[in-house]
Nanobody, 115 residues
Framework: QVQLVESGGGLVQAGGSLRLSCAASGDIGSITVMAWYRQAPGKQRELVARITSGGITNYADPVRGRFTISRDIAKNTAYLQMDSLKPEDTAVYYC?????????WGQGTQVTVSS
């Protein structure tokens, strides 16, 4: 199994920044993708950003240019740097790890952006 520990969420004013972290431990071999999803109240969970084992990144249109995903392979940790935050970014953010043999979700961390 893989354990994911997320941190870095909180309350911030519009225009501010937060940095989320997702530390993976356990059976972490062959991780192909680490990603962040988010789910706002009453909405479906959506992809925010993803990074492959080769370092290729993809972003959802609403966050492109404001969020940056990165990965420290040695620490088995993914980061999501969120700048210029908007109230519509308010959601629970989930870490998502894809391996050859399984997919794992984190427990989620709340991000609240006040106007």
């Amino acid at each position: 199994q893989v354990q994911l520990v997320e941190s870095g969420g909180g309350l911030v004013q519009a225009g501010g920044s937060l940095r989320l972290s997702c530390a993976a431990s356990g059976d972490i071999g062959s991780i192909t993708v680490m990603a962040w999803y988010r789910q706002a109240p009453g909405k479906q969970r959506e992809l925010v950003a993803r990074i492959t084992s080769g370092g290729i990144t993809n972003y959802a249109d609403p966050v492109r240019g404001r969020f940056t995903i990165s990965r420290d392979i040695a620490k088995n940790t993914a980061y999501l740097q969120m700048d210029s935050l908007k109230p519509e970014d308010t959601a629970v953010y989930y870490c998502h790890v894809v391996q050859v043999i399984r997919v794992t979700w984190g427990q989620g961390t709340q991000v609240t952006v006040s106007s």
